[in-house]
């Protein structure tokens, strides 16, 4: 396959994505931020967010108060923002639009319908109520989108990309979510396990479609150590880390060539030790500190697929 078609079909498929996770961590705060508490947890709360994802900076630059409504039009429909929502769904479909003779025909039509009413969506004052539909509809078109890739691309390279993309960008998302609300959440001056970290750990869970699955696996109260592990070291939990570096490791044997052995290698290093870890070892190192090294290592198998098999940024 050629290194331009495979850059577009996976920035296509992890733009996609990081649009659905951004709308499932915004949501999440959004719904945070409406629990009885001050107004100092409520804006530490959302800066905590912007500084997981890196753009604490780039907000000060535009905005003078940390509020949901200021935070949610920077990440969700700022069009000068490169990682909104807004700015993820359009490069997904210009990425899409790149590489139309791969796709099918029904993918191509509904990156763009969701691009076309995207564009719509970014027009209107959004209420509370309206933000939180928007955030419903992220999460649906993005459904949308795999399912229709799942139910009519050729399994062949372009296939394996689409779905490395995918798995790699859930991976930091789900690692970031979970680091947000251990590290950066905890009530201050509050019992931990009290009514509000209950709230809290559950609209976690919430925010990666894992509330009734948690209910399911443990069938009892909700503690930080099970949600960690089920978020971590679970292959049957969707969205958890050892299942996205299950799926990442499978693609990447699949599309191997000449220089990818170290990528490969590595890749399976991280899978087996989220396969055969135990969730003592992860608590003793800290989570907070495995999940920075977890990040670290997800942005560096980013870097070397990118110079394996991809367009390189001097091409």
């Not at 604490?56 to 535009?62: C, E, L």
């Given at each position: 396959?050629?290194?331009?078609?495979?850059?577009?079909?996976?920035?296509?498929?992890?733009?996609?994505?990081?649009?659905?996770?951004?709308?499932?961590?915004?949501?999440?705060?959004?719904?945070?931020?409406?629990?009885?508490?001050?107004?100092?947890?409520?804006?530490?709360?959302?800066?905590?967010?912007?500084?997981?994802?890196?753009?604490?900076?780039?907000?000060?630059?535009?905005?003078?108060?940390?509020?949901?409504?200021?935070?949610?039009?920077f990440m969700a429909f700022d069009r000068d923002n490169?990682l909104s929502i807004y700015s993820c769904l359009r490069?997904?479909?210009?990425?899409?639009?790149?590489?139309?003779?791969?796709?099918?025909?029904?993918?191509?039509?509904?990156?763009?319908?969701?691009?076309?009413?995207?564009?719509?969506a970014s027009l209107r004052s959004s209420t509370e109520?309206?933000?939180?539909?928007?955030?419903?509809?992220?999460?649906?078109?993005?459904?949308?989108?795999?399912?229709?890739?799942?139910?009519?691309?050729?399994?062949?390279?372009?296939?394996?990309?689409?779905?490395?993309?995918?798995?790699?960008?859930?991976?930091?998302?789900?690692?970031?979510?979970?680091?947000?609300?251990?590290?950066?959440?905890?009530?201050?001056?509050?019992?931990?396990?009290?009514?509000?970290?209950?709230?809290?750990?559950?609209?976690?869970?919430?925010?990666?479609?894992?509330?009734?699955?948690?209910?399911?696996?443990?069938?009892?109260?909700?503690?930080?150590?099970?949600?960690?592990?089920?978020?971590?070291?679970?292959?049957?939990?969707?969205?958890?880390?050892?299942?996205?570096?299950?799926?990442?490791?499978?693609?990447?044997?699949?599309?191997?060539?000449?220089?990818?052995?170290?990528?490969?290698?590595?890749?399976?290093?991280?899978?087996?030790?989220?396969?055969?870890?135990?969730?003592?070892?992860?608590?003793?190192?800290?989570?907070?500190?495995?999940?920075?090294?977890?990040?670290?290592?997800?942005?560096?198998?980013?870097?070397?697929?990118?110079?394996?098999?991809?367009?390189?940024?001097?091409?």
């Amino acid at each position: 396959m050629l290194s331009r078609t495979a850059d577009h079909l996976y920035w296509m498929a992890r733009y996609t994505e990081r649009a659905e996770n951004l709308a499932r961590m915004l949501d999440v705060n959004s719904r945070m931020s409406l629990l009885p508490q001050g107004a100092e947890v409520v804006e530490q709360g959302w800066i905590a967010t912007l500084t997981i994802i890196g753009l604490m900076d780039a907000f000060r630059q535009r905005y003078d108060a940390v509020t949901s409504s200021n935070v949610i039009a920077f990440m969700a429909f700022d069009r000068d923002n490169p990682l909104s929502i807004y700015s993820c769904l359009r490069a997904a479909r210009e990425n899409a639009r790149a590489v139309r003779g791969t796709l099918t025909s029904e993918i191509w039509e509904t990156l763009n319908a969701t691009w076309l009413e995207m564009r719509v969506a970014s027009l209107r004052s959004s209420t509370e109520a309206e933000v939180g539909n928007f955030f419903e509809w992220v999460k649906y078109r993005s459904h949308v989108a795999r399912g229709v890739i799942q139910g009519t691309m050729l399994r062949d390279e372009a296939w394996h990309f689409t779905w490395l993309g995918t798995y790699l960008e859930r991976a930091d998302s789900t690692a970031r979510i979970l680091d947000v609300k251990y590290h950066l959440l905890l009530p201050r001056g509050e019992q931990a396990g009290g009514a509000a970290d209950y709230y809290q750990w559950s609209a976690l869970l919430h925010s990666v479609s894992a509330f009734e699955i948690y209910r399911r696996v443990y069938r009892d109260l909700i503690t930080p150590r099970r949600v960690a592990e089920l978020l971590v070291l679970r292959d049957d939990m969707p969205r958890s880390l050892r299942r996205c570096m299950s799926q990442v490791h499978m693609h990447l044997q699949s599309v191997r060539n000449a220089q990818s052995s170290e990528t490969e290698r590595r890749a399976g290093e991280l899978q087996a030790s989220l396969h055969f870890g135990r969730i003592e070892s992860v608590f003793e190192i800290g989570l907070h500190e495995y999940l920075v090294r977890f990040l670290g290592q997800v942005r560096d198998l980013g870097d070397r697929v990118s110079r394996d098999f991809l367009v390189s940024a001097t091409d």
